[in-house]
Nanobody, 117 residues
Framework: QVQLVESGGGVVQAGGSLRLSCAAS????????MGWYRQAPGKQRELVAN???????TYADSVKGRFTISRDNAKNTVYLQMNSLKPEDAAVYYC???????????WGKGTLVTVSS
């Protein structure tokens, strides 16, 4: 099993920055994909960013150029650097790990990001 613990959420002003961290424990491989999703009130959970083995990344169009995802395999940790935050970025951000072969997903409990105008 895999356990994920997010940290780094908080309240920031529009235009500010935050860095989210997700520490994974348990049976995890460098082959597993790691990513971040978010869900705002009244909206469906959506992919924010994803990173796979080899460093290939995917971003939602709404965050391209502002957010950067990275991972430290030695620490089993994935990060999300969020710059130039906008009020529409406010949401609960969830860490995700997806198994390469089985496609089984693991989720963290989420960390709240609030952006004030």
């Amino acid at each position: 099993q895999v356990q994920l613990v997010e940290s780094g959420g908080g309240v920031v002003q529009a235009g500010g920055s935050l860095r989210l961290s997700c520490a994974a424990s348990g049976s995890i491989s460098r082959l597993d994909a790691m990513g971040w999703y978010r869900q705002a009130p009244g909206k469906q959970r959506e992919l924010v960013a994803n990173i796979i083995n080899g460093g290939t990344t995917t971003y939602a169009d709404s965050v391209k150029g502002r957010f950067t995802i990275s991972r430290d395999n030695a620490k089993n940790t994935v990060y999300l650097q969020m710059n130039s935050l906008k009020p529409e970025d406010a949401a609960v951000y969830y860490c995700n790990v997806r198994r390469l072969y089985s496609a089984i997903n693991y989720w963290g409990k989420g960390t709240l990001v609030t952006v004030s105008s």
